[in-house]
DNA sequence: GTAGGGTTAG
């Protein structure tokens, strides 16, 4: 910045001093009035072109979130420096705007102006975790062109997002740790983390034994490794090893435990633990609650709260979805409960977790009325709603209400139309679903994905239009998964279509031979055609591919209790109540008119 | 004189 010319007035002098302190603080002030103050004043005092000054603005008014204002003060300037672009593209980030910080990283190049290290560090963070491999890797060619790579922290992001980008990252990740001469503690354990992530443990343990010297990141990125790829015994073995074990160390090994459904183990280490934080609650009680185990999730809940934690956000999501996944409604009251009484108000994204465990447990009004309370809906808000509309056979209100969202201006995605789709199969509107797969494209600019093409072939299968589901799944832009050929074997058994089903079951068996779930199907379309030949063949080629297929089950949770059904079950203690009611009902269906599906039995 | 950043548990 200019300083201060001579034979200026003392007052002149000292309000510049001012001014000038108060631009040095500006970039880390979160209040919006004082920065447009300021402002004002740089304007007055005709510094806004200042390339100290610019940076330090663009910066103030992105922490308050106003990137239109920030991006307004960078037009201002004429000659933008690297460190004025830096900043915009940093302000882009900040506020979610990654696509627009990859323009102004283009458009930096245009002006002739060349990104440093700092540029890379910034769109590499907006990569992380978004599996991105062709940008990263057309990051990583600009940093190979401009040498950045001699700023060790340049590469280990680079490795970093390369291993969140599958396979071809990884095989990137390992070229690039293998041409670094210098390594430090963060690129081995970078790598490390990668190989995990991408399943190979070998060869992470290969280079976890080979490291110079060792911290608890990596102790503990192994033993996540091990959990994640279902190794317990692995995990322990190291965990047993370790020098210090710190509370990650040890909800690394209760989060392993609980997701090899070992919650034994789990809980007795999780009892063990010297100190525990949210992190290790959140993990046990949603262990618990994803297997149905209601009571244990509810009484921990209770345990949790009376230990004087107070849920945050994470917490609370993630028991919810653990409640919505296996129809906990009472847990899922109770933390409903537990947030009204805690706090003022809730994020968007808890009651997105609401909405869904409700609709998910069948509860549809309570849904709808946390729906209707969010103040600020999102996205996944509407589509949280829509779903559970769809998958309960509310169609006509689902379709009402993405009426309604598109009058309030929310722009649908892939998922809205999955959910819409869903809705169309569920309450039999063949016409409307297949004007919403044309229009998803035509209108909306959303390619159908393989998940829409399964709605639209379960649409018309279940509408009896199974010729036409058949021509769609051969003329479908992608190869047809499992799950698509399964829709047409379901809809082959609700139709009788005996022949169809033996051709589709040959396309299944080649796509995924371990499943056993086709060839129960196939048996039970034979046995609905009263094929016997049919049912004893099918029998005989599952035997002879050695899988065995385990039993579908219904659950029902009451007061706390799960209940588990199995067909031909007799093992619940008020089984010859329940068949007898399963009698009276059956005649009852039969006075109305129903014909079970499967008469030859 | 200015700007910043990486790896581990939900």
Request: one cysteine or more.
């Amino acid at each position: 910045m200019q300083t201060c010319a001579p034979g200026r007035s003392p007052s002149w002098v000292s309000r510049r001093r001012l001014l000038e302190q108060k631009i040095s603080e500006l970039h880390k002030c979160g209040n919006l009035s004082h920065i447009k103050q300021v402002h004002a004043q740089i304007l007055k005092a005709n510094l806004q072109q200042d390339l100290y000054v610019a940076p330090k603005l663009v910066a103030a008014f992105s922490l308050c979130r106003q990137l239109a204002l920030a991006v307004n003060v960078f037009d201002q300037v004429q000659q933008p420096n690297v460190h004025l672009y830096n900043t915009l593209i940093r302000a882009h980030i900040q506020n979610s705007q990654v696509s627009q910080a990859f323009v102004t990283f283009f458009d930096m190049q245009t002006n002739g102006v060349y990104p440093d290290n700092f540029t890379y560090s910034f769109l590499l963070k907006a990569c992380s975790g978004k599996a991105w491999f062709p940008v990263v890797q057309m990051i990583h060619t600009h940093i190979e062109k401009c040498g950045f790579c001699s700023d060790i922290f340049v590469p280990n992001s680079l490795i970093d997002s390369y291993s969140k980008c599958g396979p071809v990252g990884i095989t990137s990740a390992k070229k690039l740790f293998e041409l670094m001469d210098e390594k430090d503690i963060v690129s081995w354990n970078s790598m490390i983390g990668g190989l995990g992530k991408a399943g190979e443990m070998v060869e992470a343990r290969r280079l976890f034994d080979e490291m110079p010297e060792r911290d608890a990141v990596s102790w503990n990125t192994m033993l996540d490794g091990y959990a994640k790829a279902g190794d317990m015994s692995e995990a322990y073995k190291l965990f047993e090893k370790m020098p210090e074990r710190n509370i990650i160390s040890w909800s690394t090994m209760v989060s392993g435990f609980s997701k090899a459904g070992d919650m034994d183990m789990a809980k007795a280490l999780f009892d063990t633990m010297p100190f525990k934080s949210l992190v290790p609650w959140t993990i046990i009680i949603s262990g618990y609650a994803e297997k149905g185990l209601a009571s244990e999730a509810s009484k921990l809940y209770d345990q949790m709260e009376e230990a004087g934690l107070k849920p945050d956000d994470s917490t609370l999501i993630s028991i919810l979805a653990a409640c919505a996944e296996s129809g906990l409604l009472g847990l899922g009251r109770k933390v409903h409960a537990s947030i009204e009484r805690t706090r003022f108000k809730c994020s968007t994204q808890v009651s997105n977790a609401l909405v869904d465990m409700y609709a998910k447990c069948g509860c549809l009004d309570k849904a709808y009325a946390v729906f209707d309370g969010i103040a600020k809906k999102d996205l996944v808000s509407w589509n949280a709603m829509l779903q559970g509309l769809g998958i309960h056979g509310h169609g006509k209100q689902a379709l009402q209400l993405f009426a309604r969202m598109r009058q309030e201006g929310v722009f649908p995605d892939k998922v809205t139309f999955i959910a819409i789709l869903c809705a169309c199969t569920h309450a039999g509107f063949v016409k409307e679903g297949l004007h919403y797969f044309h229009i998803m494209e035509k209108e909306y600019g959303i390619t159908p994905q393989v998940e829409h093409y399964g709605c639209v072939i379960d649409l018309l299968s279940r509408g009896g239009r199974l010729d036409e589901a058949y021509k769609l799944v051969n003329s479908m832009p992608m190869e047809p998964n499992c799950v698509i050929w399964g829709t047409l074997l379901a809809a082959c058994r609700v139709h009788n279509a005996v022949e169809l089903a033996g051709e589709v079951l040959d396309v299944l068996v080649r796509l995924a031979p371990s499943d056993p779930g086709s060839f129960s199907m196939l048996s039970n379309i034979y046995a609905a055609a009263g094929d016997w030949g049919g049912v004893a063949s099918v029998r005989l080629r599952l035997r002879s591919t050695g899988v065995q297929k385990p039993s579908g089950a219904s659950l029902i949770e009451l007061d706390n209790e799960v209940h588990e059904f199995t067909v031909f079950d007799e093992s619940h203690r008020q089984s010859d109540k329940i068949y007898q009611m399963i009698d009276r009902l059956n005649q009852d269906l039969k006075q109305v008119g129903y014909v079970s599906s499967v008469q030859c039995q």
